[in-house]
């Protein structure tokens, strides 16, 4: 294993609960739009930022705490879907997001002995780690007439002393994509950078906009939708928190891919696509960082027999695409709530693994944007029951979470730019994260969770099969050290790097 260490635990400090402060908006009703009900389906979401604060955990509690939950508070105010509850009647078409005043969502406060520097260094690590640091969402409980009420958000704060402190979101999709979700946490850090004077934040951040009526369905999805539901949703009704997982050599880390190397390999595919394609439809960052993530990952599970026509699968690559702003829908860029759109991009393995793997995936990912640029909703009658058939287990999958649009290095609470962050849910070897880097000039930062063997096969599928002589000499290799458990160092030679 790599700097494997064992389980830090966190002493709790605080447990409260922040609400929006008293009168500041009336009781409200949301209805859920057919963007928002196949997140039914979806786990809690996990979203982690580790800051720098190298001061003690009173000087923290006494200076920086009240300003954190009173900034939070205020941020409620506008964002009020968080601090709601999820009301899933028997009838489950009649499911809504309720506030009422006095609603609150949980607010915990720790301190962990756990090592700072590696918690947020470029180290592949036990996926455990960050575990502590970790909020669950309270249980759902039930009201009368067996009405389900299930909180939306939960935020844990855990001080490392004299190092710095994690603020680490738990939320149900149901509430929001991650557009909205990063809306409101920069909302609330540049709230609690000018020390809650709304007024100069207003100047750099629209309020959201709750107005779900605006949301057309014209292939009337939400009925189809629900109509799905049924007996899957019961059983996953009462989760409520991350399923920890019991395999222990599983790593988290991170590849970064620099704009000079993004530079170089759209050149490249864009090179090869022409000679060997009808030409690719969309060539983009998103478009060859993904191909490259998706060759890497079968590539590292290659089985050593030679494809035969039947055992030839198609391997499936699962993101999603914003939909704000599109003539279709009208929406406003600050809509807050689901508004996302599925892309499904199937290759057989023996394409995807082959000599020109990469580009194989580019354009079919390209072509696959491109026909949903036409029509957004295309195929989505089918959404969920496509999703669940291609996640079964067996099927070769990879999901592709978060944009680099999203811009989580931006989220400034006054003591600068994150040391890290991450989607803290993905444990799982089937999905990756996509984000923006730390260093703007760096690019874009891809998130794996692996198994520890695997993740070592991965770093030499790259050094020794990947790398075709024509793409070798277009893109600058980088040193790439591992800390493996006996403390022998390999160098390997990556593409596009770093670990988290």
């Known amino acids: 294993m790599a700097d494997v260490r064992e389980l830090d635990s966190v002493k709790i400090i605080e447990q409260c609960e922040v609400s929006p402060p008293p009168n500041s908006l009336p009781s409200t009703i949301l209805p859920l739009t057919f963007f928002d009900i196949p997140w039914f389906f979806c786990n809690s979401v996990q979203r982690i930022f580790f800051y720098e604060f190298p001061h003690p955990t009173q000087n923290f509690l006494q200076t920086t705490l009240p300003i954190l939950k009173h900034s939070l508070s205020l941020s409620l105010q506008h964002f009020f879907p968080f601090a709601s509850n999820l009301i899933v009647p028997p009838q489950l078409h009649l499911s809504h997001i309720r506030y009422l005043q006095g609603d609150s969502l949980s607010f915990t406060v720790a301190e962990s002995t756990a090592d700072f520097t590696l918690l947020t260094s470029h180290s592949p690590q036990d996926v455990r780690n960050w575990h502590p640091l970790i909020p669950t969402l309270p249980s759902p409980r039930l009201e009368q007439d067996d ?5 939306l958000m939960a935020i844990q704060v855990t001080l490392f ?3 710095g402190f ?3 979101l738990t939320f149900n999709h149901i509430a929001g994509d991650g557009k909205s979700l990063h809306h409101f946490i920069k909302f609330w850090a540049s709230l609690c950078k000018a020390r809650g004077d709304f007024t100069s934040v207003e100047t750099s951040f629209s309020l959201p906009s709750h107005q779900r009526d605006k949301v057309k369905d014209p292939k009337g999805l939400k009925f189809i939708y629900f109509r799905e539901l049924g007996h899957f949703l019961s059983k996953r009704m009462e989760f409520a928190g991350p399923v920890r997982d019991v395999i222990t050599n599983r790593v988290r880390f991170t590849v970064l891919l620099s704009l000079e190397q993004v530079r170089k390999l759209k050149k490249w595919v864009s090179l090869k696509s022409a000679s060997n394609y009808s030409g690719l439809l969309h060539i983009s960052t998103f ?4 191909s490259l993530i998706w060759v890497c990952k079968n590539r590292s599970e290659e089985k050593k027999a030679s494809f035969s026509e039947e055992c030839d699968e198609l391997c499936h690559l699962v993101f999603l695409a914003d939909c704000r702003e599109r003539s279709e829908f009208s929406l406003s860029s600050t809509y807050f709530g689901n508004c996302l759109t599925s892309y499904n991009v199937a290759i057989k393995r023996s394409e995807l693994v082959g000599e020109d793997g990469i580009v194989a995936a ?17 195929k989505a009658e089918t959404f969920i029951s496509d999703y669940k058939e291609v996640t079964k287990p ?16 931006k989220t400034d609470f006054g003591w600068g730019k994150p040391k890290k962050c991450a989607a803290a849910h993905i444990e799982s070897s089937r999905s990756v994260s996509l984000s923006d880097c730390r260093d703007e000039n760096a690019g874009i930062e891809s998130k794996y969770r692996r198994d520890f063997e695997i993740y070592r096969k991965t770093m030499e599928v790259v050094y020794r099969k990947l790398l075709q002589p024509q793409l070798h000499r277009l893109i600058c290799l980088t040193n790439f050290s ?3 458990k006996t403390s022998l160092k390999r160098k390997l030679y990556f593409l596009f790097l770093s670990a988290c």
């Open 147 to 151: 009405i389900r009420v299930m909180p």
């Open 166 to 168: 994690s603020i680490c």
């Open 362 to 378: 580019a354009n079919a990912i390209g072509k696959e944007i491109t026909n949903l640029k036409s029509d957004p909703l295309r």
């Open 161 to 163: 002393p004299n190092s």
């Open 482 to 484: 591992i800390q493996t």
């Open 394 to 409: 067996g099927k070769s999958v990879l999901v592709i979470a978060g944009s680099p649009k999203l811009g989580v290095y």
């Open 287 to 290: 478009v060859v960082a993904c």
